[in-house]
């Protein structure tokens, strides 16, 4: 497939869908944690992600200690802690903002394990991102999510983390990837779940097709479908041009979840929200540039 940096109306249609199917997700965590327990809800989750990837579900000689890896923290920590956070909120919208730590946590560990070299911008960005992240903190309307941002805020890092463990992994079909994060995630979850609720689990046969489709469509559509889009954008187009088109998710995100719950949009959030995200807008354009300059 020839790569070009010159993007097409499909490839913005694609773009598009994406970023709806990751501004909707938070809709469809928060009830799926509302309607499920949160660890039953992680759990199913990734037993419907392992369901649509087990045919691709295979060994990959060299690469095994980072798949298990990669499934242990995506598939199993990330989402322990992204429900725990939804479960214990009501603005989901400032959890929205605080997830966006992800990006700089990145960055930063790209410096310490790849010996990534960064410059003013790059260090611009990171402390726009904490500044608008700190600036929630401030906020009166959401200082009882404080509970729900810290928990974010290390899911962020577990996230960022596993994106580290993902760049070694180039090569192995995205589909493979997420077979073993369901396959890890579902193992790991299953005794959590079991220990700190047993009734959750006793209770799926007998949740409601509603709330079961909360957790399909994260599943389904944010995960499979969302990523899979990314990586095909990423197969026809440089990585420079591609990833400037991620950035509407988390606009989304915070306005969906606004709509969707009737939370309000304070001005610190807002404030907090536009420096947070031109920090990470920054951040990415740039690492975007600078990859592609590695290539």
Not at 15 to 31: H, P
Not at 161 to 172: P, Y
Not at 252 to 276: N, R
Request: aromatic share 8%; with cysteine; charged share 10%.
């Amino acid at each position: 497939m020839t790569v070009s940096a010159r993007l097409g109306a499909l490839d913005f249609a694609v773009a598009a869908v994406m970023n709806l199917l990751w501004g909707m997700n938070i809709i469809a965590v928060k009830m799926a944690v509302t309607e499920i327990p949160p660890l039953t809800a992680a759990f199913l989750r990734q037993i419907i992600v392992l369901a649509v990837c087990l045919s691709w579900l295979r060994v990959v000689p060299g690469r095994m200690k980072e798949l298990l890896a990669l499934g242990f923290l995506t598939g199993g920590a990330f989402f322990l802690v992204i429900n725990l956070s939804m479960a214990v909120a009501d603005n989901v919208g400032a959890l929205a903002i605080a997830s966006q730590m992800g990006v700089p946590f990145s960055l930063l560990l790209a410096v310490l394990v790849f010996k990534e070299r960064i410059h003013k911008y790059r260090i611009a960005g990171v402390a726009l991102s904490v500044l608008g992240v700190t600036i929630l903190v401030f906020d009166p309307a959401v200082a009882h999510e404080l509970p729900g941002i810290a928990l974010t805020i290390l899911g962020s890092a577990i996230w960022a983390t596993s994106s580290l463990i993902q760049r070694n992994l180039r090569g192995v079909p995205i589909m493979t990837m997420y077979a073993w994060i369901g396959l890890v995630g579902a193992v790991m979850l299953t005794p959590v779940a079991l220990v700190f609720e047993p009734h959750g689990l006793q209770s799926i046969p007998t949740i409601p097709l509603k709330s079961f489709g909360w957790v399909a469509f994260s599943a389904i559509g944010s995960t499979l479908i969302g990523h899979g889009s990314m990586s095909w954008l990423l197969q026809r187009h440089p990585v420079a041009s591609v990833t400037p088109l991620t950035l509407a998710s988390p606009v989304l995100s915070v306005l969906f979840a606004s709509l969707f719950f009737h939370t309000p949009l304070t001005p610190l959030m807002i404030l907090g929200g536009i420096v947070a995200l031109t920090g990470v807008a920054i951040i990415t354009i740039r690492s975007a540039r600078v990859r592609e300059q590695q290539v």
